[in-house]
């Protein structure tokens, strides 16, 4: 099962980029990237999500390495809305979330 | 508003009962998943169905069977419940299994408290 690794919490500044990182140095060639995340007493809601290449969306950019065995979700001016936990995910038949990264916004 | 629809939004049973939780998913999408939070395991995957067909299988106890109907709305039957079983309930939906880039549209869950 492909699994990926994330820290546990982060914190960062309203109006700041926020860097969340995420090690996933077993995933395979086809495996596709996807970050979701869950809001308080939300379900998870989708992201972003790349193979290989760096991706931009309105919500978030993800930074792919070059191996592929790491991605960074990047949020380029985080708001308090953004607090939420942040799960990476590596979608193949079985999706497994991980405890995620919970992500707190100083206001 | 995911366009994921999940009744009941809350159910409170007692050990040894058995619930049915109901997921209509997006209109247009083939594929149902399950998946079980509770505060000290995280987001489980349960199941999935693909176009009424069970297509993965994630953490299910045997207690637990799933189903999805010719209409694709999807049924999540909890049997001989444990207290251990109390948690947030989540159906998504996605209009295919066929590729790794599918993205899932989760619905606001059931909340499922077993005393």
């Known amino acids: 099962d492909a699994k990926t690794t994330q820290p546990n919490s982060m914190e960062s500044n309203e109006e700041e980029p926020v860097h969340l990182p995420c090690n996933h140095s077993t995933i395979s060639g086809t495996d596709y990237i996807h970050w979701y995340r869950q809001l308080p007493s939300q379900g998870p809601e989708y992201v972003i999500h790349g193979l290989t290449s760096n991706v931009n969306n309105r919500m978030a950019s993800l930074a792919i390495a070059e191996d592929r065995k790491s991605s960074t979700l990047i949020l380029h001016r985080a708001t308090l809305r953004d607090a939420a936990v942040y799960y990476c995910i590596l979608r193949d038949d079985k999706i497994i979330f991980g405890k995620g990264t919970r992500l707190h916004i100083l206001p | 508003d995911s366009g994921v629809t999940q009744t009941p939004k809350h159910l409170i049973t007692a050990t040894g009962q058995r619930v049915t939780l109901r997921c209509s998913p997006r209109?247009?999408?083939?594929?149902v998943y399950w998946y079980q939070q509770s505060l000290d395991q995280g987001l489980q995957f349960l199941i999935q169905?693909?176009?009424?067909?069970?297509?993965a299988k994630g953490n299910i106890l045997e207690r637990f069977s799933a189903q999805q109907f010719p209409d694709l709305h999807s049924e999540l039957n909890l049997s001989s419940l444990e207290l251990g079983d109390s948690a947030l309930y989540f159906c998504a939906s996605s209009h295919n299994t066929r590729t790794g880039k599918e993205t899932q549209y989760f619905g606001p869950g059931t909340r499922l408290l077993v005393l």
């Open positions: 209109s247009g999408d083939l594929s």
């Open positions: 169905y693909y176009n009424g067909e069970e297509r």
